[in-house]
C-alpha cells in the first residue's frame, strides 16, 4: 500500500489503527489469525470471544498480541455466556483497546471497563439501542443496517446511519452492507467515523473457513436470496439459504423444539455451562420472547450450527450467516488486499466527488 494513501479519523486514533476499518466479531471465523490478518493490515480486528472455548481464549489474545508485535485489537463478549466475566477480566488484564458486545452490560460493568481504558463500542440496529447503549456508558457506537450478516434489524444502513449520527455524541462505526472504497466514504459522507464488516472478512483466504463452505458464499450472486429467518434461534438472522434451512421450513414444532434441546445439550457440554447458567439464560428468553418455546430454547445454542459451517466444513447441515454484500463479493483476497483496495477506491472516490463537487457548488 503507497504511504501516500490515507484515510482517517478521530476513531482511528482511539482505536489506535491506521485505517478507519474494522473487522466484527464473528463467531467461529474471528479467531487469531483473522484478527492478526486484520490488524497487520491497518485495520482494526475484534476476537470473536462467546465461541473461543473458556481456556483457550488467553492463548488467543496472546497469539494475536505474538502476531501482531502487540497492536491494538478487541474482543467481542455476550453477558449471557458463562464466562463473560473471565472474557472482560482477560479484556482489562490485556489492556485490550476495546470491547464489542449488543445488549446487556450494566452500567457498572462498562465503568469497571471504561476506568481501564478500554472502548466500549456495542453494536444496534436500532436508535433507541444506540441511545439505551449510551446511557449505560458506550463511548463509540457501531450501528449494524438490517443487510448486515447475522443478527440483524429491519432498518437499512441508508436511514440508521444518519438518524444515529444526528442522535448521538459519540463516533459512529457504520456496519451492514459495506464491502469496498465507496462503500467507506459514503459512511463517512453520512457523518460515521468508519466502517465495519463482518461478510467481507469472512470470504477473505485469511478466514479459516473452510473452502467448501465458503464456496458456496462465493457462488451466491443474488442479494435478493440471502434472507432473514426467525427459525434458527426465534431472533432475526441474516442467512444464505440451505439444506438446513429448508429442513427448518418444513419441520413441525415438535421437531423444530426437539432438535432445539439436542443443540441446547451440545453447547451446554460444549460451554461447561452449568444447569442453573443454562436454566436462567431460558428464563430471561421466556420473559423477552415468551412466543415460542423451540425459538426460545435455540437461543442458546445457535452457535452450534454456526459451527458445523464455518469450522466443521459441513455447510448443509448448518447455519450459513451472511450479510446481502456477500451477493457482491466474486472472489477472496487477503485482508491485506480488501483494506488496501478499499482505502486506495475511497482516495480515488473523493478526488471524484472533489471535482464533481467543486465543479457543482462552484
Ligand atoms: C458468520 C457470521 C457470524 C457472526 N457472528 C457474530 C457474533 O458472534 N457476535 C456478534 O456480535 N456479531 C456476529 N455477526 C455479525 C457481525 O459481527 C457484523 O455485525 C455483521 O456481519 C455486519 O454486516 P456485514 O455482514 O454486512 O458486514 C456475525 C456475522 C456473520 C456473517
Known amino acids: 500500500m503507497s504511504d501516500s494513501l490515507e484515510i482517517r479519523t478521530p476513531l482511528c486514533e482511539l482505536l489506535g489503527c491506521r485505517y478507519p476499518v474494522i473487522q466484527t466479531a464473528m463467531g467461529w471465523v474471528a479467531g487469531s489469525s483473522l484478527v492478526a490478518a486484520t490488524t497487520n493490515a491497518g485495520g482494526f480486528g475484534f476476537l470473536a470471544g462467546a465461541t473461543i472455548a473458556a481456556d483457550k481464549i488467553e492463548a488467543e489474545i496472546l497469539r494475536v498480541k505474538e502476531l501482531t508485535g502487540d497492536k491494538p485489537f478487541g474482543l467481542n463478549f455476550h453477558m449471557f455466556q458463562p464466562n463473560a466475566q473471565q472474557l472482560l477480566d482477560l479484556a482489562i488484564a490485556h489492556k485490550l483497546r476495546a470491547v464489542s458486545y449488543g445488549r446487556g452490560p450494566d452500567k457498572k460493568v462498562i465503568g469497571r471497563l471504561r476506568d481501564a481504558g478500554i472502548v466500549c463500542m456495542p453494536t444496534v440496529g436500532a436508535l433507541k439501542h444506540a441511545q439505551k447503549a449510551i446511557e449505560m456508558g458506550a463511548n463509540v457506537i457501531t450501528v449494524q443496517g438490517g443487510e448486515g450478516g447475522g443478527h440483524t434489524g429491519s432498518v437499512p444502513s441508508t436511514v440508521l446511519i444518519p438518524q444515529v449520527v444526528d442522535a448521538v455524541q459519540v463516533p459512529v462505526v457504520a456496519a451492514g452492507g459495506f464491502y469496498d472504497g ?89 460451554t461447561g455451562m452449568t444447569m442453573q447458567h443454562a436454566l436462567s439464560v431460558l428464563w430471561q428468553g421466556l420473559r423477552e420472547d415468551p412466543g415460542s418455546a423451540a425459538q426460545t430454547v435455540m437461543a442458546a445454542n445457535a452457535p452450534m450450527l454456526l459451527q458445523r459451517s464455518m469450522t466443521d466444513g459441513k455447510p448443509a447441515e448448518g447455519v450459513m450467516s451472511a450479510g446481502q454484500v456477500a451477493a457482491l463479493i466474486g472472489r477472496l483476497d487477503s485482508c491485506e488486499e480488501v483494506i488496501s483496495r478499499i482505502v486506495a477506491q475511497a482516495c480515488e472516490r473523493q478526488a471524484v466527488l472533489n471535482k464533481l463537487t467543486g465543479a457543482a457548488c462552484a
Open 182 to 270: 465507496r462503500g467507506l466514504l459514503a459512511a463517512m459522507a453520512y457523518g460515521a467515523q468508519g466502517i465495519a464488516m463482518g461478510t467481507r472478512f469472512l470470504m477473505t483466504s485469511d478466514s479459516g473457513v473452510p473452502e467448501v463452505t465458503l464456496k458456496r458464499y462465493l457462488a451466491t450472486r443474488e442479494a435478493e436470496k440471502i434472507q432473514i429467518s426467525y427459525l434458527v434461534d426465534g431472533m432475526p438472522q441474516r442467512m444464505i439459504p440451505n439444506e438446513y434451512l429448508s429442513m427448518l421450513e418444513k419441520a413441525s414444532p415438535f421437531k423444530r423444539l426437539r432438535i432445539a434441546v439436542g443443540l441446547a445439550l451440545q453447547w451446554k457440554a460444549q
